[in-house]
């Protein structure tokens, strides 16, 4: 039996293709349009206020000849005006500004794997695309690169800008936003983790397949996944610094990430923080536990990039992994 076939009508002069990958990213961003310009608002809100905020805070430094004054605490101006302003007015404004960071990846999650990816399977409307000669690898790439160019982009654009508008301020003036308590605001980590937001909502769309459903299962196993080990990796993701002293180590150190203090034995094992009890001194402390000394693991504040770069790679590491689980499913799924 021999079929026949029917050539295709020729497109009209000047038309664009809408078949395959072409048209289905035009269809995407027309489907969330209004999530889209919603998106979009918002970084240029976000930008403008931190441009607007680093201008203001270098006219604020430079006008009191504090820049240099400022690299370490002894010197810094303790004036009142000047502890309120960063403290408070612009303290209060820089947090703000970049916490949407903090957040970006949850609502990513969120968003991909109940508006992108279950609502579609919920609604049977995947059905349509995969009879227009898409596969369901093909929609489901289109479905998670879509986003994730809109992530990448703008992440890095806000990450960038929040960056440097907070290293216009010396550290010792914002010691509530001390490098190591705002790393996830700031350089490449934050848009990492977006990108595995977007994994993992990816993959509990396709496990969940009801919209608000999927979208509390992506809250919670991002959660999990970060919380359970990038947040347990970040001291070791790079060698901290062990400093070894006769004396107690003061924990107040500008710039450094105060990781873990305690007792050097004589025989080198090390013991954090004992408990020698109230009223105790230090020397009394060192012979019961028989110490020769104490120790100190920190991270200098010239471990801020490297620690930054490793995260990002373990995050995207991670979201590899999940998009490649997230594929097997959809091909075992719909094969």
Not at 254 to 281: F, Q
């Amino acid at each position: 039996m021999t079929a026949t076939t029917t050539p295709l009508a020729a497109a009209p002069v000047g038309a664009r293709p809408r078949a395959g990958l072409r048209g289905l990213p035009w269809l995407v961003l027309r489907q969330h349009r209004a999530t889209v310009w919603c998106a979009a608002s918002t970084l240029a809100a976000l930008v403008v206020g931190l441009l607007w905020l680093r201008n203001g805070m270098d006219d604020f430094i430079d006008s009191r000849a504090i820049r240099d004054a400022c690299i370490t605490s002894a010197d810094c101006p303790t004036a009142q005006a000047t502890v309120d302003y960063f403290r408070n007015t612009a303290g209060d404004l820089l947090h703000y500004l970049g916490y949407p960071l903090r957040l970006l990846p949850l609502v990513a999650g969120m968003f991909v794997a109940g508006p992108v990816v279950a609502r579609e399977l919920e609604s049977g409307t995947y059905k349509l695309a995969w009879t227009q000669s898409v596969s369901p690898l093909r929609w489901f790439a289109v479905k998670l690169s879509v986003p994730a160019v809109a992530v990448l982009a703008g992440g890095s654009l806000l990450s960038a800008a929040y960056t440097w508008a907070w290293q216009a301020v010396p550290e010792v003036l914002l010691p509530g936003q001390a490098w190591y308590l705002s790393f996830d605001m700031l350089g490449p980590a934050p848009v990492a983790h977006a990108l595995l937001g977007i994994a993992v909502g990816a993959l509990a769309g396709l496990l969940v397949k009801r919209t608000m459903r999927a979208m509390g299962a992506a809250l919670v196993g991002y959660l999990v996944l970060t919380g359970a080990l990038l947040d347990a990796l970040r001291p070791h993701l790079v060698s901290p610094v062990t400093q070894l002293s006769a004396e107690v180590p003061g924990l107040t150190r500008d710039r450094t990430w105060i990781l873990e203090r305690g007792i050097v034995t004589r025989t080198g094992e090390h013991l954090a923080e004992p408990h020698c009890g109230v009223g105790v001194s230090p020397e009394q402390c060192l012979a019961r536990h028989d110490g020769a000394g104490w120790y100190l693991d920190f991270h200098p504040y010239g471990n801020f990039w490297p620690l930054q770069w490793a995260e990002a790679g373990v995050s995207l590491a991670l979201a590899a992994v999940v998009t490649a689980v997230a594929v097997r499913l959809l091909r075992r799924m719909y094969r």
